[in-house]
């Protein structure tokens, strides 16, 4: 079992939709983070949280040290927000360990 | 200013031969990682650099594979008797290097790696 499980791998929607894309953690971290991938491999780092919630724009990020879990949602989403969206946590001082990433695509 | 960079963006080897794959962090970050990326997958660690010295070698897959940072900014990482296995996108990231849990890691585009 990997230590950090996204869900739903794929996930496709219409323009305006409210998306929740989840992350559950085995491991001890310091901290999570939630990373945006675009086609041809640029990754960019959107939140960094060790608890409670963040908010940048249309996006918010939640976590639950309790519970190992973490939440990504986009409110009125946009065909530009198609992109592979990352989980990974901090294990130590360094070293991070990823999900497998949930493909979204957000048809116009 | 400058992000990180990643060269080349493609390598196309044939099964065998040894490849260089070379990254420039952001000027001044002290610490540096290598991730490889198969497809459909999350990157997964390989190496991590603080300073010359490689302080976490854990995910290097075999002896195949060595990283080098001689001077503390660009690395190479360097892959022997290339296999098809080894096919993938070899990601590149710098940080400032606190061992805060606050240090964020920026990627370079990453090189992708294909072995026939």
């Known amino acids: 079992k990997n230590e950090v499980e996204q869900s739903p791998q794929n996930l496709t929607a219409q323009e305006g939709e409210f998306i929740t894309i989840n992350c559950s953690y085995s491991v001890g971290i310091s901290a999570l983070h939630w990373l945006q991938q675009h086609p041809g491999g640029g990754i960019v780092s959107l939140f960094m949280?060790?608890?409670g919630k963040k908010k940048h724009g249309r996006l918010i990020a939640t976590i639950n040290i309790q519970e190992k879990h973490s939440s990504l949602h986009i409110t009125a989403s946009h065909p530009r927000d198609s992109a592979v969206y990352i989980c990974?946590?901090?294990?130590?001082?360094?070293?991070?360990?990823f999900g497998q990433g949930t493909r979204l695509t957000i048809n116009p | 200013g400058a992000g990180v960079s990643q060269t080349p963006s493609n390598k196309v080897t044939e099964k065998g031969k040894y490849v260089e794959l070379r990254c420039d962090p952001i000027s001044g970050h002290t610490a540096l990682y290598w991730y490889r990326q198969s497809l459909g997958q999350g990157p997964e660690f390989l190496i991590y650099f603080q300073g010359t010295g490689a302080a976490d070698d854990s995910g290097l897959p075999n002896d195949r594979f060595f990283a080098v940072r001689p001077e503390g900014s660009v690395s190479t990482l360097k892959i022997q008797r290339t296999e098809r296995g080894d096919s993938a996108v070899y990601l590149c990231?710098?940080?400032?290097?606190?061992?805060?849990?606050?240090?964020?890691?920026?990627f370079g585009p990453g090189t992708r790696l294909t072995v026939l």
């Open positions: 949280l060790s608890s």
């Open positions: 990974a946590v901090r294990r130590g001082a360094q070293k991070l360990v």
């Open positions: 990231a710098s940080s400032v290097g606190t061992s805060r849990s606050t240090d964020t890691q920026y």
